[in-house]
Every structure is written in structure tokens, then in C-alpha cells.
């Protein structure tokens, strides 16, 4: 994090229960602007939970889930928010909307958070190009006027589809799939598959991009095409990250931040150098207790 960096998504004690268990407990961090956030922690730890609140899959059962888009000046306004029961505040400057209180829908639609999941889920029988212009379906709908212009190609209608198309090539392209256009998705290799899916989600032009567990199954090789273009989305694109992943190699190389939970509690937060030597992270990894890391540690090799 930069000392000029600005906050996008703040998450405030948030607790998530399910009956007598307690998956999240009083879980505070904040994701950054033109950052990759990465979550990250043991089996079990609650980072797919986070995910699912932060979504909206899931309704948290306390806390505070914030996201602006626009002037940072707006997080003045959150208590505000808050106080009056609105999912969202809109101002000339941009728009503060609370999370935890919108369906996963209008998470996604309106406040612009694409998310893609651990299980691939594609349209198979589509090609690729169509599974990236089904991502645009809301906006060719509004542009059709809910009518038969869509069906006609009449009006605003032809340029919208134009522009959905011209997207869905730029992203074809920027993935490494341009000679694959009219391939079926599901014959694709794994780890075209799963930048496929990154790319149908930034073809909904998100603030925030959710992955979890990308790098799941892949090689060497396609791990090294992820994080290529996992960075250029940060880099390029006015799109933050999100990131859950078990394989550390991708975390230290692309993540800017890292927060760490361990049973649902954060245990460390900050910067990648500082939370791979974070002696409560490394005794959460091996499954041992804070003083018995060095040991544990000589013993695997470490």
C-alpha cells in the first residue's frame, strides 16, 4: 500500500455464524484502489465465506461491508449510511453503497463487483466469444428497449451490440485466445478456461474483481499466464482485486496486500514480505502452535 493509496472496499467486524459455529468472527480489513488484495489462510479459515458476504451470496450476521465509487471524500458519509437503513448514498462525486445489505444481483449490477469461483463455471457448449458477450446481456437488453429492436437490430440496439462485440475481441485477445474465438469453451485447456472466466467477469467492467482459488489445478506454465494477467487488469484497467489462493508462489509474486485469517480470525495484515515472516502465519500454515514454528520449521526444511 502506498501512502497515497485509496480506499475502495472497507470490511468492519464482520461476523458471519452459521447456528453454533462461527465461520468469520469480527473480521476488519480494506482493499485498496488499483491494488491486488489477496485473503488467504488454511482450509476452513472463512475466506470463501468473506467472499460470499462481500457478494452477496450471503447475509452477514453483523458488520459492515463498504464500497465507493468515486471521491474518497464519501467515506465521510458512512455512518451517515448507516444511521438511515439505505443500501446506498449517491452523490455528484460518486456513489457509496452498503454491501451486506444489497442481493447479490445489485452487488453485481450496481455496485459493479464481478466475482469468478473455485469450480469453473462456464458455458461449455457456448464458444468463447458468446460466453463473453452473455456478460453483457444486461446492457444489450436495456439498449433493445425490452423490445423487438433487439431482435431487429434497429437503433441504439446495433451499436450496443457493435461495442458488446468489440469488448468481447479485445478481452479474446488480451487472454491469448484470438484463433479460438469460435471454439466451444468447454473444449478449451484448463488454464484457458480459467482466464476465459476472468474474462467474461471484466467484461462487465467491475470496480472490484473477486477471484477465488484462480491458480486451482493449473501448471507452472499457466500459472505464470495468470499472474501475467491478473497484474495487467491492476495495472491497465481502473479494476481492483480480490484475491482467495492456496498457492503461495502466486500470492508473494502479484499481491500488493495480504490479509491472513486462520479460523475465521485475522491473524495478520499487511504487505507480503511482512506476512510470510509473520511467525502466527507460518505456525497457521503448519498446523502448529506459535512456539513450536522453529522446530516445525527445521524439521520440513524451512
Avoid at 119 to 132: D, K, P, Q, Y
Avoid at 138 to 157: D, E, I, Q
Avoid at 163 to 179: F, N, P, S, T, V
Amino acid at each position: 500500500m502506498t501512502a497515497t493509496a485509496q480506499a475502495l472496499l472497507e470490511v468492519e467486524h464482520l461476523t458471519m455464524r452459521f447456528g453454533g459455529l462461527i465461520a468469520v468472527g469480527e473480521l476488519t480489513f480494506t482493499a485498496y484502489r488499483s491494488e491486488i488484495t489477496a485473503l488467504i489462510g488454511p482450509n476452513g479459515a472463512g475466506k470463501t465465506t468473506v467472499f460470499n458476504c462481500i457478494t452477496g451470496f450471503y447475509k452477514p450476521t453483523e458488520g459492515r461491508i463498504g464500497l465507493v465509487h468515486g471521491s474518497e471524500s464519501l467515506w465521510d458519509e458512512l455512518d451517515t449510511l448507516t444511521a438511515y437503513g439505505n443500501r446506498k448514498l449517491a452523490r455528484a462525486d460518486g456513489t457509496l453503497f452498503l454491501l451486506e445489505r444489497m442481493p447479490d444481483y445489485l452487488v453485481a449490477q450496481d455496485a459493479r463487483v464481478a466475482r469468478t469461483f473455485q469450480n469453473i463455471r462456464l458455458f461449455s457448449g457456448m464458444t468463447v466469444l458468446e460466453n463473453l458477450l452473455v456478460a453483457q446481456h444486461n446492457p444489450l437488453m436495456l439498449a433493445s428497449g425490452y423490445t423487438l429492436l433487439g431482435v431487429l437490430g434497429l437503433g441504439g440496439y446495433a451499436r450496443s451490440e457493435r461495442a458488446a462485440i468489440d469488448k468481447a475481441r479485445h478481452w479474446i485477445e488480451r487472454i491469448g485466445l484470438a484463433d479460438r474465438a469460435d471454439d466451444p469453451a468447454g473444449a478449451l485447456p484448463y488454464g484457458a478456461q480459467r482466464r476465459l472466466e476472468i474474462a467474461r467477469a471484466m467484461c462487465t467492467d467491475p470496480v472490484l474483481l473477486c477471484l477465488d482459488e484462480p491458480a486451482a489445478g493449473l501448471n507452472p506454465r499457466e500459472s505464470a499466464e495468470l499472474n501475467a494477467l491478473i497484474l495487467s487488469i491492476r495495472d491497465e484497467s481502473t479494476t481492483s482485486v480480490l484475491l482467495i489462493e492456496h498457492d503461495m508462489s502466486v500470492v508473494m509474486e502479484i499481491s500488493d496486500h495480504v490479509v491472513v485469517l486462520d479460523y475465521g480470525v485475522k491473524i495478520a495484515d499487511g504487505p507480503p514480505e511482512m506476512v510470510r515472516n509473520d511467525q502466527k502465519v507460518i505456525a497457521a500454515y503448519l498446523g502448529v502452535a506459535d512456539e513450536e514454528v522453529a522446530a516445525a520449521e527445521a524439521e520440513v526444511g524451512l
